[in-house]
């Protein structure tokens, strides 16, 4: 897998990441999300989880589709969002 470093300017905070699936996100979900201070994305992820929580199979087979999806899309997401704060790609 491709990593990829951003560094904070002013506070010279690293972070690590890894592009493709994530699978503490698949695995953990909303847990995850916050544990790294994405509280926007866990909280719309939490209010799924309970919404389908009580819809069967359905509901069920909804959040594993809903799992599998943040896996691979919450990388990007997260990159994004550390841009938006001010972290630049290192090599």
């Known amino acids: 897998m491709n990593i990829k470093y951003y560094k904070h300017p002013i506070t010279g905070k690293v972070v ?9 996100v698949f695995l953990l979900g909303w847990i995850y999300l916050f544990y790294k201070g ?3 994305t866990g909280g719309i992820h939490i209010f799924l989880c ?3 929580a009580f819809a069967g199979v359905f509901g069920l087979i909804f959040l594993l589709f809903l799992n599998i999806w943040m896996g691979y899309k919450w990388n990007s997401q997260y990159s994004e969002h550390l841009i938006e704060k001010g972290y630049q790609v290192i090599q």
């Open 50 to 52: 309970i919404l389908f």
């Open 38 to 40: 994405d509280f926007e």
């Open 16 to 24: 690590e990441m890894e592009e493709g699936f994530n699978l503490p």
